[in-house]
């Protein structure tokens, strides 16, 4: 499994980043290949995801005359974002041991908690805008390390308080980030959309957000902090200035790295991303095994690439399979339902834009319960509206409503990118990391959210 794992990552890259068309047969072939091995140790999740896929794909043979196409774009989005998850999860290998992490982990942990929650949702905001996804496998193994590392009988409510405070944080930079998919996503779906408005709404709403995280945060362990009042809590440690020295090393590293590969192989930032962190995990390794001696450290660090594809490779198939199962779901949804249909069902509402986009922005983190993939109901969905005529939503506020309803799907849904990956690296369930840990938060951002898009229309 591990093996056919690897050639799905390897031939990704040979189409993504090299233009080598003819590897997305590779990484196909590849793919079904792991999903063969995985049907022996189904979950329910799985099985469920599995079973609705091979329904689509019989659909798509019965109704369309030519199945092949949605079903070859289908198997290259599911290689894609396996190998995105799998590429991710090799930066959390190699943080999972480094010195640097510990340390920044314990200081970050035992800062004060209405100072910890900012400091976290603000970093994990910032490191995003840098790193993507491969925030949350540097932050995630700071914070349990951390808080291992601190009172036992406390260390699972500071886990859920500081992972959450990361989750709120890092999806925010949808909202604005010119960098991220979303922003571009935009621009070439909505004509007429005025991109410098919609990044300032974005920044001005990723504040607000802020502040109703914290609340929520302050609210919920306000009886919590008031039984520990009391306690004479010990100062903060020194800030660890080397520690943190190396991180942004190492962050800059990979931000370097994406950058050059982008520009030298004239890529999107994402394919440049996941070409990048190889290169940079096998170059922190081998920093980390510096001392051991040339030889020694080289062995060392090819034995733990060889651990990366024979073990955690495999241990991550349940939310490789369910992620890349997902997409595959959301591309043959996609292509077998006319958008037509979805403009002729909104037509009742034309007269209540309030109302209209209230549910344009509940549609896509409702739609990621069901493990729908959020680009694929954002292109479905904004390819769908902008046919409609006389559409009572302005091209500008329909893109930041469309960004919003995937902003709050992250934190929100159990199959999302960062609860599939806090989920095996807490070694939790997804739905205690979304729906327990932050459900209140989704629903309070979600009113936040229209309540701010409903002002903005006013300006």
């Not at 809590?233 to 962050?251: D, K, T």
């Not at 997409?327 to 007269?351: N, S």
């Not at 799907?409 to 840990?437: D, E, H, V």
């Amino acid at each position: 499994m591990g093996l056919a794992l690897l050639v799905v990552v390897l031939a990704t890259l040979a189409e993504r980043a090299f233009g080598l068309h003819d590897a997305q047969y590779v990484a196909a072939a590849a793919y079904l290949a792991f999903v063969l091995g995985c049907l022996p140790r189904l979950g329910r999740r799985e099985a469920i995801l599995l079973s609705v896929a091979a329904l689509l794909t019989a659909l798509a043979v019965l109704w369309r005359d030519d199945p092949i196409t949605p079903l070859l774009r289908g198997l290259d989005t599911a290689t894609y974002m396996a190998t995105f998850l799998l590429t991710l999860g090799m930066l959390r290998t190699a943080a999972a041991t480094s010195p640097a992490v510990l340390e920044c982990g314990i200081y970050l942990t035992q800062q004060p908690p209405g100072r910890r929650y900012v400091a976290l949702h603000t970093g994990g905001h910032l490191l995003g805008l840098l790193l993507n996804f491969g925030v949350l496998n540097l932050l995630g193994p700071m914070i349990r390390r951390g808080v291992e590392s601190g009172d036992p009988s406390l260390a699972e409510i500071r886990e859920q308080r500081q992972i959450s405070a990361v989750l709120r944080g890092f999806p925010t930079i949808l909202l604005w980030s010119p960098a991220t998919i979303t922003q571009a996503l935009m621009v070439s779906l909505l004509p007429g959309v005025d991109l410098a408005q919609l990044l300032m709404l974005g920044l001005a709403l990723t504040f607000i957000l802020l502040g109703v995280g914290w609340l929520e945060d302050r609210v919920r362990w306000h009886s919590f902090q008031r039984a520990r009042a009391h306690i004479k809590r010990p100062p903060p440690p020194p800030a660890p200035w080397r520690a943190f020295g190396g991180m942004m090393l190492i962050c800059a590293a990979l931000a370097g790295s994406v950058v050059l590969v982008k520009l030298a192989l004239d890529i999107p930032i994402v394919p440049a991303l996941i070409t990048a962190i190889p290169c940079v995990v096998i170059g922190w390794m081998a920093l980390q095994n510096a001392g051991l001696g040339l030889r020694d450290a080289a062995a060392t660090t090819g034995q733990r690439l060889r651990q990366i594809v024979t073990v955690s490779f495999p241990n991550a198939s349940p939310e490789t399979l369910t992620l890349s199962s997902s997409a595959f779901i959301g591309v043959l949804v996609a292509a077998l339902l006319p958008p037509e249909l979805v403009a002729a069902a909104i037509r009742p509402l034309e007269d209540q834009p309030i109302l209209l986009l209230a549910i344009i922005i509940a549609i896509v983190p409702l739609a990621s319960q069901l493990a729908f993939n959020p680009i694929i109901s954002v292109v479905v969905l904004g390819g769908a509206l902008i046919r409609v005529p006389g559409l009572p939503v302005e091209p500008t506020i329909l893109a930041l409503s469309l960004a919003c309803g995937w902003m709050l799907a992250l934190p929100g849904s159990p199959f999302s990118i960062p609860c599939l990956i806090l989920g095996r690296l807490l070694n939790r369930p997804g739905t205690q990391i979304s729906w327990r840990w932050n459900g209140i938060y989704t629903l309070m951002a979600y009113v936040t959210v229209l309540l701010f898009i409903a002002c903005a229309r006013l300006i």
